[in-house]
């Protein structure tokens, strides 16, 4: 009886020992991965409007794939959507829309599409510029060749950005 209970036993102590030193880490390094978080959100928005403030817009949006929702002083508003490409939420953006409501850029948070493929939604300018100037979703758009799923996903992330900006505008800019 002893020979079967001393493994479970062993076991369990391991077990139980690994996921306390787990809880640890996390917690020792929780604050400081909220930092570079918080610091690469504010790089890109940087990327997008150049040297400005922004703050966060706390907002119950009913789309899941909207993170976080900023404005700056002068009306410009951030947009950070995480969206399905060819890898589960493989494309993390940030969709700068300007004061009149248009996108004014895209900026990758990170990309873990297939790097040569998937990644071209990235590394091609022209692919890009496709959706600069749209204040409304349009059902048609150049999709790269070889790279379906993330051109889809990418497309999808625009239009969330637009949809959750357009339904609530005044939330954005007033709140």
Known sequence: MKDKIKPTLVLTVICVISSLLLVFAYELTADRIEEQKAQKFNTCVESLFGKTESRIVSLKCKLDDIETIAVTPDKKTVIQVCSDGYVKDGINILVGIDENGAISGIEFVSLGETPGLGSKV??????????????????????????????????????????????????????
């Open 122 to 175: 990235r590394d091609e300018a022209d692919f890009r510029k496709q959706f600069y100037g749209l204040k409304h979703p349009r059902n048609e758009f150049d999709a790269i060749s070889g790279a379906t799923f993330s051109s889809k996903g990418m497309k999808h992330a625009v239009d969330t950005a637009l949809n959750a900006y357009n339904e609530n505008k005044e939330a954005i800019l007033g709140g």
